[in-house]
């Protein structure tokens, strides 16, 4: 059973990052924070660790959850090469708070024209979990084309986009979620070449349904270090799999990362331009 | 065998259309066309009448495929209470042409702004095709809940935005297309109780494999008259489908204007607000 493991390509990430940090891409991030909830500072650290490590500045923002927040992040609109990481989840009023965010400073893929160009194909608009997977699946060469896969868990961040690189690259998937019947889930599981597990609930598969043709790609981690899956497979059991932690996880921060240095690249002299020349 | 019809509903909506227009909603739209394809041509035909019928002015602009189109596209933006319809397909940069198209007179939701709010959930932005069938689903009272879709074809304006509309209403989707093995598509008809049409091809349907508890959705129209199905069901064949034509059709164009309402009604004072504050 091959591992799908993601800290090679990390690692390759992390001296990219840097090398451009060093050759004068300055990029500040705007990390905006819930304090109300642990998930939401712990990824904000995860995320200043990384950047520390290639070299770009950060600037952490406090949710007060009043309209000062507003003002905040419509600030942030104006400065030069700056980035916003929205740091979920967070209590107040999500929907708003994006709609302040530029689409240009979004490696989150979170604004609406964002979502439209990877709606419309543009898999360079995956955000970071769907890049951390498009980039494993690229990295082993997993082949797509004509595949079975199903995705579990329909979430705007997670399954959504995983379910539109999949489908884009000719794979025929099926979305399951909450409201998909449990008998149609493990007919569903025993018929797919692939299986994405993006619910951050274990349990969902039987593993009697398994079978050592498929491939599980596992993007959950609860508070124990394990993943959706919830169990390691034996030797047998899959074809391949991706470990928690040491799978997809170890990639989403350089992902996130990356995204931003593409959409500088992308938009670098344009912010003085008004958006409606697009 | 329940037949699903589109003229009771379209009745409707003229009458609807033909009131707000009557009480100053003047819209005036922009109908952009390639001479060189009989389907962009028909398009606007169909489109004027429908346009003359409700009393909104048109104005036709033949794509010249020069950088004039540019401009002249360029130009709808400023006019207030403008709509553009892109009559595809056209031969010149459809991309492009489509960038200068504003979102907020975009009733065929082809804008990146406008299909991020599709993703993100917003079943208000599915394009006239996919809106036509919602409407159908709702107005027979068909419950998604937890019902197997399939969705054949995955186009940006047809395939893909019906399965966005099946999946938010919680059904399980799976979406198939040219590349799905011919296997896996007829077992996932078998399985299906909502099979929808939408690759403008016949033939894919083996009539051994349907059975009388399906519902089918045929999005497609050919020259002579029929639609993806190619054939009539028997009595008892299924529980109930759209008939080319009858079924889907007469309802794409007013979906199309009620589409300019809603985007009219919800930005009619926002022209001349910066795009930025949103």
Chains 1, 2 share one sequence.
Not at 97 to 116: E, Q, V, W
Not at 137 to 142: A, D, K, L, R, S
Not at 182 to 208: C, F
Not at 233 to 261: F, M, Q, R, W
Request: glycine fraction near 6%; charge should be positive.
């Amino acid at each position: 059973m091959i591992q799908l493991l993601g800290k090679d390509l990390r690692k390759k990430d992390i001296a990219e990052l840097k090398d451009k940090a060093s050759k004068n891409v300055n990029l500040t991030f705007y990390l905006v924070y819930d304090p109300s909830f642990n998930e939401s500072c712990s990824y904000v650290n995860s995320i200043i660790k990384t950047l520390d490590k290639v070299g770009w500045q950060h600037v952490t923002y406090k949710l007060t959850k009043s309209y000062r927040d507003y003002g905040a992040l419509n600030k942030i609109r104006s400065i030069k090469d700056s980035m916003v990481i929205l740091a979920r989840p967070v209590l107040f009023d999500e929907e708003t708070l994006i709609s302040l965010i530029d689409y240009r400073s979004d490696p989150d893929m979170l604004t609406d024209f964002n979502k439209g160009k990877l709606y419309s194909g543009n898999l360079n608009y995956l955000p970071a979990t769907a890049m951390s997977v498009r980039r494993l699946v690229e990295y082993y060469n997993i082949d797509c084309k004509g595949k079975k896969v199903l995705v579990i868990g329909r979430s705007i961040s997670v399954g959504l986009p995983i379910f539109m690189y999949f489908q884009r690259k000719n794979a025929t998937c099926t979305l399951a979620h909450s409201k998909t019947e449990k008998i149609d889930l493990n007919k569903a599981i025993i018929e797919s070449d692939i299986i994405v597990l993006a619910t951050g609930k274990q349990g969902l598969i039987d593993r009697k349904f398994l079978n050592n043709k498929q491939i599980i790609i596992d993007c959950g981690y609860h508070s124990n270090g394990t993943g959706d899956l919830g169990f390691v497979p034996n030797d047998n059991e899959l074809y391949a799999y991706t470990p928690v932690p040491g799978g997809v996880g170890p990639l989403t921060i350089t992902s996130l990362l990356k995204n931003a240095l593409l959409l500088h690249t992308l938009y670098k002299n344009s912010k003085e331009k008004e958006l409606n020349n697009f």
